[in-house]
């Protein structure tokens, strides 16, 4: 991206506030942690997430036409998953707010993200207080870059993880670790290894290989350029995925990885290069053609490659039109979700026995109140930890979050 271009950007005004990402990031994790709640129940319609499999379309079409009080856990399991194509968009759209030049006035501190840029806390609370690229400046070179953003991964997973593995070991149901699945997982590299849904435990964890897989693709492919290789790269993805036997393991694999959450990640850099805000108007059809989108394309295996896009775009355009009050309490869980995120396998684990044996409300709430409570105390833990510095090339400085 040229110098001039950055200079635009400045100029521009941010589509997204501060609070309104911060909104989203609550929207998300609110989807993320009741889905992953609700799929492990058995009578739950499953979702179609790695895979996709036409008879748990039908089986949801069934529960939506003979509806009974089951009907919100089925549709959080079915659809709640979804949460995370909005984490990687916002992600996308604090890498371009930091690195990129940013917003000018707005949204970012001096080319720093909003409220701590990208999404699902991977950089929680931090950003660039002025710092990161200020008016896109200074730039990180590839291996500061990922060894910054593995380190602010590493630090928000690892205590998730340590606490986790403690809780399992006392708690039903104990997974059997190996030195490889550990080191694995502390090396974010256990997306890529065979059998992914053997090996990743607990399983929401997968997100983090992901996130650090992507940064990699970001610094080294995408990095200040224009949008021609990044729709290269999104066919390419989509092509990858196409061909293969919506049920089979090969499929399964390619999307634990970057190629499956590489459309969602390119819309969050496109819309923070290119995009525009628009009316009030705009935003309510987009909220509503966006939502039927979701919902019809999710019942054909080539249209359900394409249901991230209209979720991101269904999620936008709702905190575009929703009241700034409602906004405002969002973003107060937008501000625990990075905590919320890695805390809440613990809480799933103890918890969800009592909804198994019926009662499937009343494990569902202590779920939900226990997995806030937890998750306020892990992110006060977390600010504890130091953050990680950044080298950059102008002048070698070295920046720490705030």
Request: with cysteine; aromatic share 14%.
């Amino acid at each position: 991206m040229t110098k001039r271009k950055v200079m635009i950007m400045n100029n521009r005004q941010p589509i997204l506030s501060m609070t309104q990402c911060s909104a989203l990031r609550g929207l998300a994790i609110i989807g993320i942690f009741l889905h992953n709640y609700c799929h492990w129940l058995g009578l739950a319609v499953k979702e179609n997430e790695y895979t996709f499999t036409i008879d748990k379309c039908r089986r949801l079409l069934e529960v939506m036409t003979h509806p009974d009080i089951n009907l919100p856990v089925h549709l959080l399991s079915f659809f709640g998953h979804y949460g995370v194509p909005v984490f990687l968009f916002l992600s996308a759209y604090g890498l371009v707010m930091k690195y990129e030049g940013g917003f000018a006035n707005g949204g970012t501190a001096n080319g720093g993200t909003a409220n701590g840029g990208t999404a699902n806390g991977v950089t929680a609370n931090g950003g660039s207080a002025n710092g990161g690229t200020t008016n896109g400046g200074s730039t990180p070179s590839p291996l500061a870059f990922l060894r910054y953003h593995y380190l602010k991964l590493f630090k928000m997973m690892v205590v998730g993880f340590v606490a986790f593995t403690m809780v399992d070991a006392i708690t039903p149901g104990r997974w059997h670790y190996t030195p490889l699945t550990i080191i694995a997982q502390l090396g974010m590299f256990n997306n890529i290894m065979p059998d992914p849904d053997h090996v990743i435990w607990p399983g929401p964890f997968w997100f983090f290989g992901l996130m650090f897989q992507l940064y990699i693709v970001y610094r080294l492919l995408l990095f200040r350029r224009g949008w021609k290789p990044l729709a290269i790269l999104v066919v390419v993805c989509w092509l990858m995925q196409v061909f293969c036997d919506p049920e089979g393991e090969t499929l399964n694999r390619v999307r634990y990885n970057f190629m499956g959450g590489m459309l969602p990640f390119a819309l969050g850099l496109l819309f923070a290069r290119y995009g525009r805000e628009l009316k009030q108007g705009a935003w309510v059809v987009i909220t509503l053609a966006s939502a039927l989108a979701v919902f019809f394309l999710s019942f054909n295996y080539q249209l359900w490659f394409w249901v991230p896009l209209f979720v991101c775009t269904f999620s936008v355009a709702l905190v575009k039109i929703l009241p700034t009050s409602f906004n405002e309490r969002m973003a107060w869980v937008g501000s625990i979700s990075a905590a919320l995120f890695v805390m809440h396998p613990i809480t799933r684990k103890i918890f969800i026995p009592i909804s198994r044996s019926g009662d499937v409300y009343t494990g569902l709430l202590l779920y939900i109140i226990a997995s806030i409570a937890i998750a306020w105390l892990c992110r006060e833990l977390m600010k504890k930890i130091p953050n990680p510095k950044l080298k950059v090339k102008k002048g070698c400085r070295l920046l720490r979050e705030k």
